[in-house]
């Protein structure tokens, strides 16, 4: 498996920006279709954004237009950018990896998450 670690998370206000970075260990990370997930207290946690092998990337409605994830397989590194942001994005943001490759979107296709990371979006 591959190890997960996230940074990056913070407050920010309405309509401002972030940026999250996971960075990974073990095996190789380019092998991985990588993915973001948010949970909100009391909420299920959500698919955000993923990011094939080759760098196709899909999205939740919600964010498209907002968020871009991306990965730079020589640092072993995947980023989210987050624009616009709305109080409604306030989660624990997650990281994960996958072994498969059709377009994971659920939890359950994930078998690597790292610890999450805390954004909140003050209004």
């Not at 190890?3 to 260990?25: D, F, I, N, W, Y």
């Not at 073990?26 to 698919?47: C, H, I, L, N």
Request: proline share 3%; charged share 15%.
């Amino acid at each position: 498996q591959v190890q997960l670690v996230e940074s990056g998370g913070g407050l920010v206000q309405a309509g401002g920006s972030l940026r999250l970075s996971c960075a990974a260990s073990g095996r190789t990370f380019s092998s991985y279709v990588m993915g973001w997930f948010r949970q909100a207290p009391g909420k299920e946690r959500q698919f955000v954004a993923g990011i094939s092998l080759s760098g196709y990337t899909y999205y939740q409605d919600a964010v498209k237009g907002r968020f871009t994830i991306s990965r730079d397989n020589a640092k072993n590194t995947m980023y989210l950018q987050m624009n616009s942001l709305k109080p409604e994005d306030t989660a624990v943001y997650y990281c994960a990896a996958s072994s498969r490759t059709y377009g994971p979107s659920h939890p359950s296709d994930f078998g690597s998450w790292g610890q999450g990371t805390q954004v909140t979006v003050s209004s």
